[in-house]
């Protein structure tokens, strides 16, 4: 990957995007396979609805364990998904490159929209309306397919994922959790499939990567049909996911810019705006870093904002700071995580290179 660093006083903002850097001193974890059988103190949790049931109105009643109750990041109307074509993604799992974990298939079949909604991303308030989002939001229609990212055993179908016991007001609503065959860094790895509108299996059972385990809804707190999909990582938890765009493999040809935006001092800046334009196309990306809480950043890319909606190829990525425009170029592999990483006043700290006149074409090594 090459790059090219300037600096741009009083420059007009090229397109938006956040970014986030890689901490040159952290270990690469590695991918290895977990034991199948659940520990001793994990308990299979048995959901008892398997479609949607009259949801009452109003909160929990008298003696929910009101006490027990967390800020939980979900909207009541996720905004529009951006409805453009996408090749298909590569087979799962993919990883080129060690430090990449593309270990999940796109839970949403090629042909629906299977891709994240650009408006309210990990970690994302969609501005301010919304908590602060656990997962990704994908806009299929009612009754698409969900299937299965990865090969693993069910531990929770129904309603009451976030508190862990039946609630029927639970905001995830109808739900699946599966616990997958695989690890990463000697963890175990969970997904999340929320506001389904149909399941198709049941606690305890075995699937495989690709099969269907229920259907597109809108149950729990949603008023428009998509799936909420989360990973996790470690223990099947409610603060313990990460950005999925790290985790699903891209589509064909495409890839993964993640990032780290730091003021001069190394301090994350949260919900801050990222803009990035294709050099070939002049189309611009708008991301917003990381609100603060709640999520948790990679151990090894330590990044505050990731997008997968990138076409491989060369991009000029801007971020305004203190009344400058930072500007660094860069050409975006398909099929991996590109990284930059921002640090207000000293601009942008990514690996020096030489100057590349074409940037249409990545450099020969």
Excluded: K
């Amino acid at each position: 990957m090459t790059r090219l660093n300037l600096l741009l006083p009083g420059c007009v903002l090229l397109a938006a995007c956040s970014a986030a850097g890689i901490a040159a001193e952290s270990p690469r974890p590695t991918l290895q396979p977990v034991p199948m059988t659940a520990p001793a103190e994990e308990a299979v949790i048995v959901g008892q609805e398997l479609v949607p049931p009259e949801v009452p109105s109003g909160g929990p009643g008298p003696g929910a364990g009101a006490s027990a109750v967390l800020p939980l990041s979900f909207a009541e109307a996720p905004p529009d998904a951006v409805s453009i074509w996408r090749p298909p993604p590569y087979p799962a799992p993919w990883a080129l490159r060690p430090e990449d974990h593309f270990l999940f298939a796109r839970p949403i079949p090629s042909g629906e929209v299977n891709w994240p909604n650009p408006t309210y991303r990990y970690g994302s308030t969609a501005g301010g309306e919304f908590p602060i989002h656990t997962g990704v939001d994908l806009g299929a229609a009612r009754h698409t397919p969900v299937m299965a990212a990865g090969a693993g055993e069910v531990v929770w179908v129904g309603y009451g994922l976030y508190r862990g016991v039946e609630d029927l007001t639970d905001p995830y609503g109808l739900a699946v959790a599966l616990r997958h065959d695989f690890g990463f860094d000697v963890r175990r790895l969970y997904t999340v499939y929320a506001h389904l509108q149909s399941v198709l299996v049941w606690p305890g059972q075995r699937v495989e990567a690709g099969q269907q385990i229920g259907s597109v809804g809108d149950t729990g707190r949603a008023t428009a049909p998509h799936l909420h999909f989360e990973v996790r990582l470690g223990e099947n938890r409610y603060f313990d996911t990460r950005n999925p765009e790290l985790w699903m493999v891209p589509a064909e040809g495409w890839g993964v810019l993640a990032g780290r935006v730091e003021n001069t001092y190394g301090t994350l800046m949260p919900e801050y705006l990222v803009q990035i334009r294709s050099l070939e196309t002049e189309q611009v990306w708008e991301v917003w870093t990381y609100a603060r809480g709640t999520v948790v950043p990679d151990e090894y890319y330590q990044e505050n904002f990731v997008t997968s909606d990138l076409p491989a190829g060369a991009y000029a990525v801007q971020i305004d700071f203190s009344g400058r425009s930072y500007v660094t170029y860069l050409y975006l592999d398909p099929g991996q995580t590109t990284t930059v990483h921002f640090a207000g006043r000293l601009g942008f700290l990514d690996e020096p290179a030489e100057p590349v006149l074409d940037l249409q074409h990545p450099p020969f090594p």
